[in-house]
């Protein structure tokens, strides 16, 4: 019973700190917290046929692209951590949307020295997150309208290895995972406007209070 009891204890404060990391602050709408839970989701399907195709060997690309070294990575990474790496990181990066309806984007976190506790100034969350949404949207427009176009991020025409890095069902599994990266960029922008007009009062507050009422009831 006390080793199941001293389990317990871990179990109970990561959940915890799991709720403590996703519940929006009162004055956040209803639409602004799905929509905060949905930004991480936009880039897991990448991230997971990234980790798939690559550090798993799935059958998801052809031989002759998986044949290919790992370009301009150091000799000491392979490339299948440096996909996991870069699959943890974008969803990381991806997670920080939350914080535009949660607590810790509007006090510091209190493992930050010098800054615990303290309001976060508006712009210090606004600007970081505006060129964040300029840049996503940019970048995935620019390599869905090249892919369509059979061209690279430069606009030259693909290689043959990219260009037949995948045929038939694979193709479709790749548009249907990066497919979602199209929608990061804007629903960050949004987000990042109902951050600022909430943080500097341009929205009564009290129209919020609908999406913690449904959540206590």
Do not use: K
Not at 3 to 21: D, E, H, I, M
Not at 82 to 87: C, F, G, K, R, T
Not at 136 to 158: C, E, H, I, S, Y
Not at 184 to 191: M, R, S
């Amino acid at each position: 019973m006390t080793t199941l009891t001293q389990a317990s204890v871990p179990v109970g404060r990561l959940r915890t700190a799991w709720r403590a990391a996703h519940a929006p602050v009162a004055g956040v709408p209803r639409w602004a917290a799905i929509t905060a839970y949905v930004v991480p989701l936009t880039a897991l399907p990448a991230s997971l046929w990234r980790i798939a195709a690559v550090t798993c060997h799935l059958p998801l690309i052809s031989d002759a692209a998986r044949s290919e070294d790992g370009g301009n990575l150091p000799t000491w990474l392979p490339v299948e951590v440096y996909v996991v790496l870069l699959s943890v990181f974008s969803e990381v990066v991806a997670f920080t949307a939350v914080g535009l309806i949660a607590r810790w984007g509007e006090v510091w976190p209190r493992w930050l020295p010098g800054l615990r506790g303290r309001r976060v100034p508006p712009l210090a969350a606004v600007v970081p997150a505006t060129l964040g949404a300029l840049a996503l949207t940019l970048l995935w427009t620019a390599v869905t309208v090249n892919a369509l176009t059979g061209r690279d991020l430069q606009g030259r025409p693909l290689s043959e290895m990219a260009a037949t890095m995948t045929s038939g069902w694979q193709t479709v599994v790749l548009v249907v995972s990066y497919l979602p990266l199209l929608l990061w960029g804007p629903l960050l922008g949004v987000l990042t406007v109902a951050y600022w007009r909430r943080r500097t009062g341009a929205v009564p507050a009290v129209r919020s209070a609908r999406f913690t009422r449904v959540r206590g009831s």
